[in-house]
């Protein structure tokens, strides 16, 4: 694993690659709300591909401006994504994504359908008409702050403390932490804490940005799903935190018949995290079908 930036018009992307550094790439991995690329170690280095997984803006180590106030979409996140792939991908890759990280990169498509070779979504977000319509508006996301119980708490969190151990006290077996394994915790903190002047820690992806982007709901993913590539697996989780419905998901499968639409009744929103085993095996399948598993 080795840390890399990538330059883009107004500030730098800071991205982890996995494998041999002189392969080609063969996945691109965006992470959830609030969390960052690393978090996602556990998943990703076991394939022993070469892959790029990003701190999307305002996580991890990644130094782009974050319009807290004005973000009705995320489409800001898709137009990063599309930059990556201009300069970081020649060849077919896989594309995958974690909730908000899978949306964004759905809504990426239009700029860089033509280099994927496969998809995978692990349970991206699929909200109702009305939500999308009440996110077009800055009065309308203030509402939604107030009145969504993930984004209120999201706006709460708190934001120091007085070392890794100290975070990893704090959240180890609690809240959406809750069934996360040790190791991918620490490699979630790891990813994911910033020093301060005064010797502590501070959360590098700041509550009120995590917040604005739980909200920015004006977004059309289902615009974008006809372009996903055949070889794409879209996984939903029917547990605690549940994101799509039976409709949305059903809608998802007529716009594109030849992707396969998936749903684990007995998993929640963060089962990537939760079974990385799992998570890594369905991304397996898809770079195996994909031509991008070498050892196939």
Known sequence: MQRV?????????????????????????????????QSYRAIIEPLGIAALALDLRGHGRTALPTPVS??????IFAADIARVFDQCVD??????????????????????????SGYVG????????????IAATRRGRAYMKRRIPIARKAGQRRTEFDSLEAAFKRYQGRGAFKGVPDP???????????????????????????????????HDLFEQVPRLPDNSRLIFAGARGRVSTRSQRGTLQRLQPRISVEFEPERAHLFPLHDPDFAGRVLQSVLKRAGQDPRS
Request: charged content about 15%.
């Open 91 to 116: 060849g077919p890759v896989v594309l995958a994504g974690h909730s908000y990280g899978a949306v964004s990169a759905i809504l990426a498509l239009p700029q860089i359908a033509h280099h994927l």
């Open 5 to 37: 930036s990538i330059t883009l018009p107004d500030g730098d992307m800071s991205a982890l690659r996995f494998g041999d550094s002189g392969a080609p790439l063969r996945l691109v991995f965006c992470h959830a709300n609030g969390f960052n690329a």
């Open 184 to 218: 991918v915790l620490r490699n979630y903190l790891e990813g994911g804490l910033s020093p301060t002047d005064e010797g502590r820690v501070r959360l590098a992806c700041d509550p009120a940005w995590e917040q604005a982007i739980f909200v920015a709901q004006s």
């Open 70 to 75: 004005d973000l009705p979409n995320w489409q």
């Open 122 to 133: 692990f349970d991206p977000v699929l909200v109702p008409w009305l939500f999308r319509t």
